[in-house]
T-cell receptor
Framework: EAQVTQNPRYLITVTGKKLTVTCSQNMNHEYMSWYRQDPGLGLRQIYYSMNVEVTDKGDVPEGYKVSRKEKRNFPLILESPSPNQTSLYFC???????????FGPGTRLLVL | AQTVTQSQPEMSVQEAETVTLSCTYDTSESDYYLFWYKQPPSRQMILVIRQEAYKQQNATENRFSVNFQKAAKSFSLKISDSQLGDAAMYFCAYRYNNNDMRFGAGTRLTVKP
């Protein structure tokens, strides 16, 4: 089944404790992206990648890192999480030239 | 920068009735894509319908249809014969040239039995 997977789905952590949210897709998509969803703001892009080893900042990149070492994986790293990073996070992917993005199930993060 | 505005934070509809969700956007581009996504309580983002800006014909998917007014930069979603399962948050989104997708703030739809 074609899908985007994210792990973990739920995470509670404390300020300053490094964490990684994994994202993987099995559709051979070049484009991958991370969004955060906050009430009243919709989804906002954090980082995106057009292909392996090619990443760029979105609208809200502060406090986040990403890497794209393999085509299928695009992990989101929070080196020192803070409470304002409490949010619902989505990974998405698409083929280059195809405008429809496919979303993972979301990861709900709470930073205490 | 492109922006997407959904002016209705909440809407409600009676089961079997029709409801229209509004969306406007701002862009200087002529060739782009517009989307409506549904987010049920499970939080999954589900594509409802998409529209290519170069197509004049409005997209339709079963009970879901859009009214795309390119000159007015308006992209509304009409849900006919509303069902209880249509209750969700609906997001309007814009995408141009493989760049990031811009989302509106969302409209929460309630369906009354």
């Amino acid at each position: 089944e074609a899908q985007v997977t994210q792990n973990p789905r739920y995470l509670i952590t404390v300020t300053g404790k490094k964490l990684t949210v994994t994202c993987s897709q099995n559709m051979n998509h070049e484009y991958m992206s991370w969004y955060r969803q906050d009430p009243g703001l919709g989804l906002r892009q954090i980082y995106y990648s057009m292909n392996v080893e090619v990443t760029d900042k979105g609208d809200v990149p502060e406090g986040y890192k990403v890497s794209r070492k393999e085509k299928r994986n695009f992990p989101l790293i929070l080196e020192s999480p803070s409470p304002n990073q409490t949010s619902l996070y989505f990974c998405a992917s698409s083929l280059l030239g195809e405008e429809t993005q496919y979303f993972g199930p979301g990861t709900r993060l709470l930073v205490l | 920068a492109q922006t997407v505005t959904q002016s209705q934070p909440e809407m409600s509809v009676q089961e079997a009735e029709t409801v229209t969700l509004s969306c406007t956007y701002d862009t200087s581009e002529s060739d782009y894509y517009l989307f409506w996504y549904k987010q049920p309580p499970s939080r999954q983002m589900i594509l409802v319908i998409r529209q290519e800006a170069y197509k004049q014909q409005n997209a339709t998917e079963n009970r879901f249809s859009v009214n795309f007014q390119k000159a007015a930069k308006s992209f509304s979603l009409k849900i006919s014969d509303s069902q209880l399962g249509d209750a969700a948050m609906y997001f309007c989104a814009y995408r141009y040239n493989n760049n990031d997708m811009r989302f509106g703030a969302g409209t929460r739809l309630t369906v009354k039995p």
